[in-house]
């Protein structure tokens, strides 16, 4: 079982706390149970206007009012709605690195090595068994390599089957492909980090997200990534983001080194026109940057492209040098090869001659064997009489045999008979009778003739098998 220690340290890790006392007091206010002191964690800092709190909750809020260096405080931005579109960020404090935007603004820069850190520690602890009550399913999820792409679709689906189709197209799948996605569009990246139990978030859905006009203007002009607080990626995005109310926006753009840039973040309810005017400010200041990013982009491929040109050229003067006396040596080579396979073949051509006159010949020599005994089985045909069987035979190429059998002789004399003629080639045929027709096959071959009913005569033909 898995120590205090270890609890205490992936508490901290998820959370970002750096005070050890103080996470120790919120796990032991939530007797010890991880994914509990968690979940109470991120629903800690509630909006004024939600007077609801959980025991639980309660706990850790008190603890956290304690220690004003663990949480940012936002008391004067919260009593403040956005009055404009203006780009005047607050500069957020996270464990990462600070960076400054090259359109002009401040921005806060998220690393992402944490985020990866995050995956793989929420994974760590459904192996190790300390995410209660869930721990299968969450394990289960977060193994898979599209868990993140499940947490965006099931999003999606849900946000569409209470809201509707007119929306932001949130992109169905991770964080991280969406944030490349709009690398590779050279579009900024729309985040909504939606609340379900928030009051204000079904109005803001309803009413500004699901605004036709806002909609369309944020299909237009960006990529946009939508997760649940509830879901993982939702989760580790709103404390990385430090979101302290509900709806909560952002928008942000890839950045050098493996980092995001925080751009822009609306917190609160606002309408479709205040949300119009923040991001089309946003647009405004970040088109020159989208631009460079497009016109170095453009500059990189070329570059590339002369490369691989004049490397292609050199490739193919060499590779013709080489194909010339790859060439001569091949010719070479050929000619030898073909001098030596015609004198293989003709020793075959004459080895095969022989071994199939050979073969003939034991052929020949082993039918007329056969066809010697298999006269003398038959004795001398015998003169005409009440016992005796007249047994004409019509070959296929129309020629007839005609013989007189003992009446007791057996259905397999007459076979005996006709392959001591040497009229066939083939060895595997059948003797029939037309009217009735009755094939003689070799569950007959025993009977006499007489008991066949060929008896006093009888008119066969040979069927070829």
Same mark, same amino acid.
């Given at each position: 079982?898995?120590?205090?220690?270890?609890?205490?340290?992936?508490?901290?890790?998820?959370?970002?706390?750096?005070?050890?006392?103080?996470?120790?007091?919120?796990?032991?206010?939530?007797?010890?149970?991880?994914?509990?002191?968690?979940?109470?964690?991120?629903?800690?800092?509630?909006?004024?206007?939600?007077?609801?709190?959980?025991?639980?909750?309660?706990?850790?809020?008190?603890?956290?009012?304690?220690?004003?260096?663990?949480?940012?405080?936002?008391?004067?931005?919260?009593?403040?709605?956005?009055?404009?579109?203006?780009?005047?960020?607050?500069?957020?404090?996270?464990?990462?690195?600070?960076?400054?935007?090259?359109?002009?603004?401040?921005?806060?820069?998220?690393?992402?090595?944490?985020?990866?850190?995050?995956?793989?520690?929420?994974?760590?602890?459904?192996?190790?068994?300390?995410?209660?009550?869930?721990?299968?399913?969450?394990?289960?999820?977060?193994?898979?390599?599209?868990?993140?792409?499940?947490?965006?679709?099931?999003?999606?689906?849900?946000?569409?089957?209470?809201?509707?189709?007119?929306?932001?197209?949130?992109?169905?799948?991770?964080?991280?492909?969406?944030?490349?996605?709009?690398?590779?569009?050279?579009?900024?990246?729309?985040?909504?980090?939606?609340?379900?139990?928030?009051?204000?978030?079904?109005?803001?859905?309803?009413?500004?997200?699901?605004?036709?006009?806002?909609?369309?203007?944020?299909?237009?002009?960006?990529?946009?990534?939508?997760?649940?607080?509830?879901?993982?990626?939702?989760?580790?995005?709103?404390?990385?983001?430090?979101?302290?109310?509900?709806?909560?926006?952002?928008?942000?753009?890839?950045?050098?080194?493996?980092?995001?840039?925080?751009?822009?973040?609306?917190?609160?309810?606002?309408?479709?026109?205040?949300?119009?005017?923040?991001?089309?400010?946003?647009?405004?200041?970040?088109?020159?940057?989208?631009?460079?990013?497009?016109?170095?982009?453009?500059?990189?491929?070329?570059?590339?492209?002369?490369?691989?040109?004049?490397?292609?050229?050199?490739?193919?003067?060499?590779?013709?040098?080489?194909?010339? +006396? *790859?060439?001569?040596? %091949? #010719?070479? !080579?050929?000619?030898? =090869? $073909? @001098?030596? &396979? /015609? +004198? *293989?073949?003709?020793? %075959? #051509?004459? !080895?095969?001659?022989? =071994? $199939? @006159?050979? &073969? /003939?010949?034991?052929?020949?020599?082993?039918?007329?064997?056969?066809?010697?005994?298999? @006269?003398?089985?038959?004795?001398?045909?015998?003169?005409?009489?009440?016992?005796?069987?007249?047994?004409?035979?019509?070959?296929?190429?129309?020629?007839?045999?005609?013989?007189?059998?003992?009446?007791?002789?057996?259905?397999?004399?007459?076979?005996?008979?006709?392959?001591?003629?040497?009229?066939?080639?083939?060895?595997?045929?059948?003797?029939?009778?037309?009217?009735?027709?009755?094939?003689?096959?070799?569950?007959?071959?025993?009977?006499?003739?007489?008991?066949?009913?060929?008896?006093?005569?009888?008119?066969?033909?040979?069927?070829?098998?």
């Amino acid at each position: 079982m898995v120590d205090v220690a270890d609890k205490l340290a992936y508490f901290q890790a998820i959370t970002g706390l750096e005070d050890p006392d103080l996470c120790t007091e919120i796990l032991q206010a939530h007797d010890w149970d991880l994914e509990l002191a968690i979940s109470s964690f991120t629903s800690s800092n509630p909006p004024p206007e939600r007077q609801e709190q959980t025991p639980n909750t309660q706990v850790t809020a008190n603890l956290l009012s304690r220690d004003g260096q663990n949480r940012v405080d936002r008391s004067d931005s919260l009593g403040n709605a956005v009055a404009g579109p203006g780009l005047a960020w607050r500069i957020i404090t996270l464990p990462y690195s600070v960076i400054s935007a090259s359109i002009g603004l401040v921005s806060g820069a998220v690393g992402l090595g944490l985020w990866a850190a995050g995956g793989v520690l929420s994974y760590s602890l459904g192996m190790l068994g300390l995410n209660s009550g869930r721990s299968g399913e969450s394990s289960t999820r977060l193994a898979s390599v599209s868990a993140a792409a499940l947490e965006a679709m099931e999003f999606v689906a849900v946000f569409e089957r209470d809201y509707g189709n007119v929306k932001p197209n949130f992109v169905s799948e991770g964080f991280m492909d969406a944030l490349q996605r709009s690398r590779s569009v050279f579009k900024l990246l729309f985040v909504y980090l939606h609340s379900p139990d928030h009051p204000d978030t079904p109005a803001f859905c309803e009413g500004t997200l699901c605004n036709e006009v806002l909609a369309a203007f944020v299909n237009e002009n960006f990529v946009s990534w939508g997760g649940s607080i509830r879901a993982s990626e939702g989760f580790k995005m709103s404390n990385s983001l430090k979101a302290s109310r509900y709806p909560f926006c952002a928008v942000v753009m890839p950045a050098a080194n493996q980092r995001i840039a925080l751009l822009q973040q609306v917190e609160g309810p606002k309408s479709p026109e205040e949300m119009l005017m923040i991001l089309q400010k946003v647009i405004e200041e970040s088109n020159p940057a989208l631009l460079q990013a497009r016109l170095d982009a453009e500059e990189r491929r070329n570059n590339m492209r002369l490369r691989e040109e004049q490397d292609a050229a050199y490739r193919a003067a060499l590779e013709a040098d080489q194909a010339r +006396e *790859r060439q001569r040596r %091949e #010719e070479q !080579e050929r000619l030898e =090869r $073909e @001098a030596a &396979e /015609a +004198e *293989r073949k003709h020793k %075959e #051509e004459v !080895e095969a001659r022989e =071994r $199939e @006159a050979r &073969e /003939a010949a034991e052929r020949e020599a082993a039918l007329a064997k056969m066809r010697q005994e298999k @006269a003398l089985s038959l004795g001398a045909e015998p003169e005409k009489g009440p016992n005796v069987t007249q047994v004409l035979v019509r070959f296929p190429n129309g020629e007839r045999k005609e013989r007189r059998f003992h009446s007791t002789a057996v259905v397999q004399s007459l076979y005996d008979y006709v392959d001591s003629l040497g009229c066939l080639e083939v060895q595997n045929y059948s003797l029939v009778s037309n009217f009735p027709r009755v094939v003689y096959s070799t569950d007959k071959l025993s009977l006499s003739l007489k008991e066949a009913g060929l008896h006093p005569q009888a008119s066969l033909f040979v069927e070829l098998n």
